[in-house]
């Protein structure tokens, strides 16, 4: 078994954290993911910038440097940004744009169509969305229209599954992550997901999970391997994410 981690974040203090909410994460540095995920064979994987983390890039570019090469980065980016900073960006191995719309602490909803295409058509990044997929019927022509968008914690609720997979019948990624977190039920999802288009599902522990009611355990990856055959774990666990973030 191999993972590509699809969706973790890296919490280091020596770095601005906003508290959110009111909320204020823990501290979760480089070293505390490898040693969580020492037993799992994790052979790369994506940073994603939290709601607590703003519009900071430095902890995300020391994050990248010291997990090396196979790991990449998802950043939050203010409508201002400049072409210089997110090519010098790419260079420095993030290839992904978030909105946070569950939890803000990222750019208006407003700004992403022109946001998502720009970011694509300058570098080749996806954009990658934090919204429950009840939602996604007041944006969904404009995701449609987008050239490359992915869906985090399996959209979070049962209510938005329907609306979820009509959008992944169009070719929208989803990530398989943060199960103790969702109110949906997760076999459901998965299958359905898998069902309507096999290279849409990446898995992620979404460590440390924050916010999260039960944290991410090894059961979660458990819980693939028995709902799939080989061929289709190996794709939810690595192949599919493998080839979003390597575009």
Request: charged share 25%; aromatic share 10%.
């Amino acid at each position: 078994m191999r993972i590509f981690d699809a969706h973790f974040h890296i919490i280091d203090f020596d770095f601005p954290i906003i508290e959110n909410q009111g909320y204020t994460p823990p501290s979760y540095v480089v070293t505390d993911y490898l040693d969580e995920t020492a037993d799992i064979n994790v052979v790369g994987g994506a940073i994603v910038s939290g709601s607590f983390q703003g519009f900071d890039q430095e902890y995300l570019l020391k994050g990248l440097k010291q997990l090396g090469s196979s790991f990449c980065g998802v950043t939050q980016l203010p409508y201002t940004v400049s072409d210089d900073e997110i090519v010098n960006l790419h260079k420095n191995g993030v290839r992904a744009l978030r909105f946070n719309i569950k939890r803000g602490g990222s750019e208006n909803i407003s700004k992403l169509d022109y946001l998502a295409r720009r970011v694509f058509d300058l570098v080749g990044w996806h954009t990658e969305l934090y919204i429950d997929a009840k939602e996604l019927p007041e944006i969904a022509s404009t995701i449609e229209n987008l050239p490359a968008i992915s869906i985090d914690h399996l959209g979070l609720s049962e209510e938005g599954l329907t609306h979820l997979l009509r959008l992944v019948d169009k070719g929208i990624q989803v990530k398989a992550t943060g199960f103790g977190r969702v109110e949906l039920n997760v076999e459901n999802a998965l299958k359905s997901i898998y069902e309507t288009n096999p290279d849409a599902l990446m898995f992620g522990t979404d460590l440390p999970s924050t916010r999260a009611k039960r944290p991410f355990k090894y059961g979660d990856i458990e819980l693939i391997q028995n709902l799939f055959d080989k061929e289709a774990t190996d794709k939810i666990l690595y192949k599919n994410a493998l080839r979003w973030y390597s575009k």
